[in-house]
């Protein structure tokens, strides 16, 4: 059974800082993988995907790497901006892309300005 | 806005009510998605319909009951549910056999008294 934990739960750092979010999946097994970004209240916005075969995704400030054998991916944010508080979800996709999606449990963000 | 849309944003129901959520993408995806959200639980995945055929989630109790009359709607049918389905329930879509991302649509806020 595919279990996502993420590390730490909950962040809390200075503008400007560089920080990554830490996730963790037990079967490697897996399609692919999406960082989502949840504000209270909101639905998720998906930040980045990264497919099972890919190693890395950029986008903007954001960067997404993914190591299969180890079942891990972290999530580094540049030079954070208070904009940038939000929950951090990770989640994986199942072998035939969309049968089982496992979503870990989240990492709460705050950047102080 | 992410183009998939919900509806209502907020519902309160008795144990005994019937009531419907709705879901719309605007994307041209051909895969929408449940999700229920309960509070300090991870994200879980309750149904899938792609192509417009169900792939099921057992797991989830019948008192819920998904409808997709084309690849752009997506219902979630309640009855006689429990006070411990209160959460936020969302609806994405995404391409099945293209990108792959998720695009969530904000939520519906759901109370069972």
């Known amino acids: 059974k595919q279990e996502v934990t993420q590390i730490p739960a909950a962040l809390s750092v200075p503008e400007g800082e560089n920080l990554v979010l830490n996730c963790s999946f037990t079967?490697?097994?897996?399609?692919?993988l999406q960082w989502f970004r949840q504000d209270p209240g909101k639905g998720l916005t998906s930040l980045l995907l990264?497919?099972?075969?890919?190693r890395e995704q950029t986008s903007g400030r954001l960067n997404a790497s993914l190591d299969k054998s180890s079942g891990r991916s972290t999530l580094y944010i540049a030079a954070s901006q208070p904009g940038d508080s939000a929950t951090y979800l990770c989640?994986?996709?199942?072998?035939?892309?969309?049968?089982?999606?496992?979503f870990g449990p989240g990492t709460s963000l705050s950047v102080i300005p | 806005e992410t183009g998939v849309t919900q509806t209502p944003r907020h519902l309160v129901m008795g144990m005994t009510n019937k009531k419907s959520l709705k879901c719309e993408q605007h994307?041209?995806?051909?895969?929408m998605y449940w999700y229920k959200q309960s509070a300090k639980k991870p994200l879980e995945l309750m149904f899938v319909y792609s192509l417009e055929e169900r792939v099921e989630n057992n797991s989830v109790p019948s008192r819920f009951s998904p409808e997709c009359p084309n690849s752009s709607h997506l219902f979630l049918h309640l009855h006689t549910l429990q006070p411990e389905d209160s959460a936020l329930y969302l609806c994405a879509s995404s391409q099945v056999g293209g990108a792959d991302t998720q695009y969530f649509g904000p939520g519906t806020r759901l109370t069972v008294l």
């Open positions: 990264i497919q099972s075969s890919q």
């Open positions: 079967d490697s097994a897996i399609y692919n």
């Open positions: 994307l041209g995806h051909n895969a």
């Open positions: 989640a994986v996709n199942g072998e035939t892309s969309y049968d089982k999606v496992i």
